[in-house]
């Protein structure tokens, strides 16, 4: 960490930067056309991989800005006043050094772009949810409920779906899905493609719908440097009955009604939106990890940002919840519109000394991600139309449309949320008025191939033995769900089947769901 002085001096190098700083005009002009979607966009080799560079760049500074605010600041905004650090030449090299889990978007994402790398990019679901469930890397949410399933042998599609993921509606296909959209340069439809395939694996409905609309982002700020442009003409990308599209369309109308005040947007936001269905983490509470109200916050910083890469990544950490990745989503994609080198020196300078460093449970550092993403944009390029001739890029621009619709959770919302706080000893029963149901618990032991066994029986009829690992990396998050229970008055009884000395079942809490009123 710097001095208070030294901090000083960095902070008004920014404000001087950010006051020259204007978004420039896409210097690859479109052939022959003066629409908003020309019909080909060119690039030279140097310029689109200027703004490849731009996108993971900008990524990274993001999530390194926003990292030690994540999760601080649950169902409200961070003061204005409110410190937040960006230090010296070598802070980033020293983050990404000493703060490895801090870069899950960025080794979530290098995941996929890997097996691309190896099996080209057409490579199988398959290829890409094994590599994803044997990860060394740990994980939640979303991600981790696909693991576990995954591994018990449900796969993708299934392996997102709500019925089988109590998270599907999480935020995590939309933090890994910016590699989509930079290997699909101007080619909204062909980033929801390969969104498609990978963003199932852990989600659905408007958690798969967030990966989907950051991906369109980006691929977008490949035609246009107008944020306005892109945050709109991606969400054409959502189907507009869905809740995320209405919540992004909030944000849109609460800034063109005030476009000077980001907090105004925010509540907006907060009043409508800043609700969990089913998470077990989140429901009822003030945590909420749902892609719907965490893109919408990456929206106002894009917005009210106004193209200022400092204020888009600040506004976007200061919207709270999930905020490092937040500000991760907002700065990648600004920075793929303008450029890896029209990001002030500020921000760049300390990213460029950490560009060799290799992100943590990858074999990849920011270089290599550089060479691999553009790559693998020349060749979604060709296979889409467009043309590589010697230093020349051609690319033939696509419309965005919708992706098909998908509700998680239809019908149901959060009743009430009932404490246990115990270890399960033999049998466990207790009745519950729902239409939905969630045990959250998690099983110990000095021996961690253990896996609990425990039964889950339903008005008398054994609903599933539950398969519970006491090794945390490939954990069940809920002892047991059923989102698809008939509305009444239900018992519901849990029999630990195989005790064993040193090892333990732990019963949480109860989430309860109903019909929506």
Not at 92 to 108: A, E, F
Not at 154 to 162: A, D, E, F, M, R
Request: hydrophobic share 40%.
């Amino acid at each position: 960490m710097t001095t208070t002085n030294h901090y000083l001096k960095f902070l008004i190098a920014a404000i001087l930067v950010s006051a020259i700083a204007i978004i420039p005009t896409t210097s690859n002009a479109a052939e022959g056309s003066n629409e908003k979607y020309p019909k080909t966009i060119s690039f030279t080799r140097e310029g689109l991989m200027n703004k490849i560079k731009g996108g993971w760049a900008g990524q990274t500074i993001g999530v390194t800005y926003g990292g030690p605010t994540e999760f601080r600041y649950l169902g409200r905004t961070m003061n204005d006043n409110d410190h937040i650090a960006w230090g010296d030449i070598d802070y980033v090299r020293n983050t990404m050094t000493n703060s490895i889990g801090l870069y899950d978007d960025i080794y979530m994402d290098l995941t996929f772009v890997e097996v691309f790398e190896r099996e080209g990019i057409d490579a199988p679901v398959e290829s890409l949810a094994n590599a994803f469930a044997h990860a060394g890397y740990p994980l939640w949410h979303a991600n981790q409920a696909a693991r576990y399933n995954i591994l018990q042998g449900i796969k993708p599609p299934k392996s997102g779906h709500w019925l089988n993921n109590p998270h599907a509606d999480d935020i995590d296909y939309q933090i890994e899905a910016d590699y989509a959209g930079l290997m699909a340069p101007a080619m909204p439809n062909a980033a929801s493609k390969i969104s498609d395939k990978v963003g199932h694996i852990m989600n659905y409905g408007d958690g798969w719908y967030g990966g989907v609309y950051m991906g369109a982002m980006y691929s977008l700020a490949f035609i246009s440097d107008d944020i306005e442009f892109i945050v709109t003409e991606a969400l054409k990308t959502i189907p507009a009955k869905s809740k995320f599209h209405h919540c992004i369309s909030d944000v849109i109308a609460a800034y063109k009604a005030n476009p000077n005040d980001w907090r105004k947007a925010w509540q907006v936001c907060h009043e409508r939106w800043d609700s969990d269905i089913a998470c077990s983490d989140g429901a009822l509470s003030s945590f909420n990890i749902d892609a719907s109200i965490n893109s919408a916050y990456v929206v106002i910083g894009l917005l009210y940002g106004k193209g200022d890469f400092g204020r888009t990544i600040d506004i976007a950490t200061r919207c709270g919840q999930d905020s490092d990745c937040n500000p991760a989503s907002a700065g990648g994609i600004l920075g793929t519109a303008i450029g890896y080198d029209r990001i002030p020196a500020y921000w760049l300078d300390p990213l460029k000394r950490a560009e060799d460093i290799k992100f943590g449970y990858t074999s990849s550092s920011l270089n290599d991600t550089y060479k691999m993403s553009f790559s693998h944009a020349l060749q979604v390029i060709e296979k889409n139309g467009g043309k590589v001739e010697g230093d020349k890029i051609t690319i033939k621009c696509q419309q965005p449309k919708p992706v098909r619709y998908e509700q998680s959770f239809p019908n149901l919302e959060p009743k009430e949320r009932i404490g246990i706080g115990q270890n399960l000893a033999n049998e466990y029963t207790f009745t519950a008025d729902c239409a939905g149901i969630e045990i959250r618990g998690e099983a110990k032991s000095n021996n961690s191939d253990y896996v609990a066994l425990v039964e889950v029986s339903i008005d008398g009829k054994v609903a599933q033995i539950s398969k519970m690992p006491a090794n945390w990396q490939v954990r069940k998050l809920e002892i047991f769900w059923d989102l698809a229970l008939k509305e009444g008055t239900h018992e519901i009884s849990l029999r630990w089947l195989n005790p064993q000395e040193g090892a333990s079942v732990w019963m949480n809490d109860v989430l309860l769901l109903r019909k929506t009123r």
